[in-house]
């Protein structure tokens, strides 16, 4: 996210939400800016990624 952008972590509140929701948590964001939301698993992420990699050719590296 950009810099001009806040967060704050909040606890869900309710029990039904605790045992029936997403989690146990909210990340509340605000203010101007852009926010980037990664939304795969890490791995798949990672898998994605690897073949934009700069690989090192000898020393030097080759985009």
Known sequence: MEETVG????RVKGAKN???????FFARITGPGK???QTMPISK????LIPMLPTNNGG???F
């Open 60 to 62: 030097g590296f080759e």
């Open 45 to 48: 992420l990672a898998e994605a």
């Open 35 to 37: 926010v980037w939301i």
């Open 7 to 10: 967060y704050e972590i909040e």
């Open 18 to 24: 605790i045992l029936f929701g997403e989690g146990l």
